[in-house]
């Protein structure tokens, strides 16, 4: 499993690593590899995300947060 992980990894098919990765250390806690690969697989994942999905996921929160207010809810 480890080496099917990486090898996505070598791929670019982070998620599919990243689940791969997880899978172990849920399996075997004291996996050290699979843990370290699993943290430098989401570090390379999230440095290749697109810069505008930080702003896009607030201005969906602050949507529905404004929405809740409209209909009396304050949170």
């Known amino acids: 499993m480890y080496d ?3 090898q996505a990894y070598e791929r ?14 849920a399996l075997e806690p004291g996996h050290v590899k699979a843990r370290k690969a699993l943290r430098a ?8 995300s697109k810069p ?4 896009s996921i607030k201005a969906v929160g602050l949507q529905v ?11």
């Open 41 to 48: 697989t989401e570090k390379k994942f999230v440095g290749n």
């Open 12 to 25: 670019g098919n982070y998620e599919y690593a990243i689940e791969m990765f997880k899978r172990i250390v």
């Open 65 to 75: 947060k404004a929405s809740l207010k409209i209909a009396g809810k304050k949170y």
């Open 52 to 55: 505008g999905l930080g702003v």
């Open 4 to 6: 099917t992980g990486f």
